[in-house]
């Protein structure tokens, strides 16, 4: 099941500079994205979500971008810090599915250096 | 802050046993789901459990699965014979939905080990 892609498995960043993870989707119907934080040995985190009929959400120092027409969507740390330092993964829901059952990628694994 | 929990956080049992997986999810929450991960794969979906029955499930959901929340604040997985591939990271999630949003809260994970 490949309908949730995150192409880069890591992305290391300097402490203060901008992380941006990726992600790529191939279903049109999903309509609804979320990103998760995983620290080892923990469940994800919830981060930060977005509707299919935004482009952008923003809450503090994460923003996630939403392109529909290349079925991609990133997160923006800004500034990044080191305890950032986590696997990321981006999730997608189905217009189809009452439930919220989600989809996810692979995962990120960012380091953020001090 | 509210969150889910999960019991055990790790489990070891031998193949064709049953194991039980528990979870007590936020207190508020309507839906419940189980998620596995297998090491170095995705987190897959399992099941959805809303009103009091499954409502949606995945294909690894098969007849060796079943879900309960016996009262009203627990909500269970049971694996009534498992195999040596059940061997998985185990999450619990639950959601409010309803509120345009889809968010799912994660507990901790149960790790089980098949042997």
């Known amino acids: 099941d490949q309908q949730v892609k995150q192409n880069s498995p890591s992305l290391s960043v300097q402490e203060g500079r901008i992380s941006i993870l990726n992600c790529d989707y191939t279903?049109?119907?999903?309509?609804?994205f979320l990103w998760y934080k995983k620290y080892p040995a923990e469940g994800p985190t919830f981060l930060i979500s977005?509707?299919?009929?935004?482009d952008k959400n923003e809450d503090g120092r994460f923003t996630v971008f939403l392109n529909k027409s290349a079925k991609h969507l990133s997160l923006h740390i800004v500034p990044s810090q080191p305890g950032d330092s986590a696997v990321y993964f981006c999730?997608?829901?189905?217009?189809?599915?009452?439930?919220?059952?989600?989809?996810f990628g692979q995962g990120t694994t960012l380091q953020v250096k001090p | 802050e509210p969150e889910v929990t999960q019991t055990p956080s790790h489990q070891v049992t031998q193949m064709g046993q049953e194991v039980i997986l528990r979870c007590v999810p936020i207190?508020?929450?309507?839906?419940f789901y189980w998620y596995r991960q297998i090491l170095g794969q995705k987190v897959e979906f399992l099941v959805s459990?809303?009103?009091?029955?499954?409502?949606?499930k995945s294909e690894i959901f098969d007849d060796q699965f079943s879900v309960e929340r016996p009262d009203g604040s627990n909500f269970t997985l049971k694996i009534r014979s498992t195999k040596l591939e059940d061997s998985a990271m185990y999450f619990c999630?639950?959601?409010?939905?309803?509120?345009?949003?889809?968010?799912?809260?994660f507990g901790p994970g149960t790790r089980l080990t098949v042997t």
């Open positions: 207190s508020n929450h309507l839906y």
């Open positions: 977005i509707s299919s009929i935004k």
């Open positions: 999730a997608a829901k189905g217009a189809s599915s009452n439930t919220g059952k989600l989809i």
């Open positions: 999630a639950s959601s409010q939905q309803g509120l345009s949003s889809y968010e799912q809260y």
């Open positions: 279903n049109s119907m999903f309509d609804y």
């Open positions: 459990f809303y009103n009091n029955e499954i409502s949606e």
